[in-house]
């Protein structure tokens, strides 16, 4: 601030030069708050009072995805540094330490994030890296999406053009890439909403993170390596696709894709455990004299959502059933015979005709394997049946960079799963072997029993001395 005795022997150029100077700063602090006041006014922060015409607003506001963190984390996020007090730290260490993103971190790491995290807001269509520009931070979304993409040369247009790469949301990172490797910025990256992010500058990166998120990228190398599919591709294309690449974890039971969820888009690489795929069809059973007779009901689409909430309920007892095995990167069906939760009484005096859903196993994925290239998945959930890691990549980039190899898989997979008629088929197999098995067990136990000579001497020596392994 200039004294009001300086002021006075200022000149009349040195005046007008100071009141610019005070009219910018006021002007930067007004952008400022205007830019910050998206996540300064929270909805769930302001109440109802006299104004009407404020009330209405609140009320009407539209509200997008809630964010993690408070106004308060916010603002401690906000403050400088090396002001955050002991306590704040801790504070801010219970939050950090719970992001997805930093779950598997070591605790070593997770007790420096509050030292070196800073938060910021970015309005839609915002620039947030540019290509060719050199890398400063490293940035995690907390809510909004941004647009990747890259500048090429189109030889056939014979000039720069851009291409759109992946939509990014919450949970995804992304800068880490440049800092990693020591290069500049190699796509640019456009906020498509108003979005949050916390992010962590180039020099606490490099001491805090760096060498972990290095192992994490070698990791990703190594896991495409291991697939045939990838060995061909050059240097350039490897790390285009690690890029682009999503490492996904799942607990047991978990539902990895259907069609109302799971990353649609993306083609899934299972790096270690093991998928079902399983399916699922409405039959209608009608008794005719006491002999049950089947029909296969077709399912609409709207009636295909409902399967996200229903299969929990048999999920585990069919895995415990689960008979089918599998080599690595091949499918062997479990269909003799198929599993299904949900069995009638096969003779029952009389019975109204039932409509039931039944769940098939039709096949496993294990280590090696990918799905989802192509093939459909009407009436089809994936679930994992263990602890599981996948690796997504966008179907569109690997059909660009190798369309031959990943239409051959598609292929295989869509002739190779069995579809709808086939399982229907096995069902009806099933049901008649296990009906063949109770009217036999039945007249055998109706029998009356009858004597005979036969002793344990009569029998041969070497069918003793198997018969306790239960194999006969």
């Not at 992010?197 to 990166?205: E, P, Q, V």
């Given at each position: ?19 610019i100077s005070a009219r910018r700063k006021f002007r930067a602090i007004v952008k400022l708050i205007i830019a910050n006041l998206n996540w300064l006014q929270e909805i769930e922060d302001e109440k109802l009072g006299d ?193 682009l690449a999503r490492q996904t974890f799942f607990e047991p039971e978990q539902i990895v894709l259907s069609t109302a969820g799971g990353h649609q888009d993306c083609i899934y690489f299972v790096t270690k455990g093991r ?84 769940f098939m196993n039709v096949c496993t994925f294990r280590k090696m394997a990918c799905f989802n290239v192509g093939e459909s998945l009407k009436n089809r959930i994936i679930v994992s049946a263990a602890k599981t890691e ?83």
């Open positions: 601030m200039v004294s009001r005795e300086r002021r006075v022997s200022l000149s009349p150029t040195e005046k007008y030069q100071h009141a104004n009407v015409k404020k009330n209405i607003m609140v009320l009407t506001r539209k509200k997008g995805k809630k964010s993690i963190l408070t106004l308060q984390d916010k603002s401690l996020l906000n403050k400088p540094l090396h002001l955050r007090t002991e306590e704040e730290k801790a504070h801010l260490r219970k939050i950090l330490g719970n992001i997805k993103y930093f779950r598997r971190y070591p605790s070593s790491i997770k007790d420096e994030l509050p030292s070196i995290m800073l938060f910021n807001f970015f309005g839609p269509n915002r620039v947030i890296l540019r290509q060719n520009y050199e890398p400063e931070n490293f940035y995690i979304i907390l809510t909004g999406e941004v647009l990747v993409s890259r500048m090429y040369y189109d030889r056939l247009l014979k000039k720069e053009v851009s291409k759109d790469l992946v939509v990014m949301g919450p949970g995804n990172v992304f800068g880490e890439v440049a800092l990693v490797h020591d290069i500049n910025r190699i796509a640019t990256v456009t906020t498509l909403e108003a979005s949050e992010f916390l992010y962590i500058r180039r020099d606490d990166f490099d001491r805090v993170l760096k060498s972990t998120v290095a192992e994490q990228w070698a990791k990703i190398e190594e896991n495409l390596s291991w697939f045939p599919y990838f060995q061909n591709w050059t240097a350039e294309e490897i790390r285009e696709a690690c890029i998928c079902y795929l399983i399916e699922h069809i409405t039959i209608k059973t009608v008794y005719k004299k006491g002999i049950p007779h089947y029909s296969l009901i077709e399912e609409t689409e709207e009636q295909d959502d409902r399967i996200a909430k229903t299969v929990y309920k048999d999920i585990k007892s069919l895995y415990r059933k689960e008979a089918s095995h599998m080599q690595l990167g091949e499918l062997r069906h479990s269909l003799r015979p198929p599993i299904s939760t949900s069995r009638p009484s096969l003779r029952p005096s009389y019975v109204f005709p039932q409509v039931r859903m039944h996948c690796l997504l990549l966008p179907r569109y980039f690997l059909m660009e960079k190798a369309m031959l190899t990943f239409r051959s898989i598609e292929h295989f997979l869509t002739h190779n799963i069995p579809n709808t008629a086939t399982i229907f088929a096995k069902f009806l197999e099933d049901r008649k072997w296990n009906e063949y098995k109770h009217k036999l067990v039945d007249e055998i136990l109706s029998q009356k029993k009858k004597s005979t000579n036969n002793n344990i001497h009569n029998v041969p020596y070497m069918i003793r001395l198997c018969e306790d392994l239960g194999e006969i």
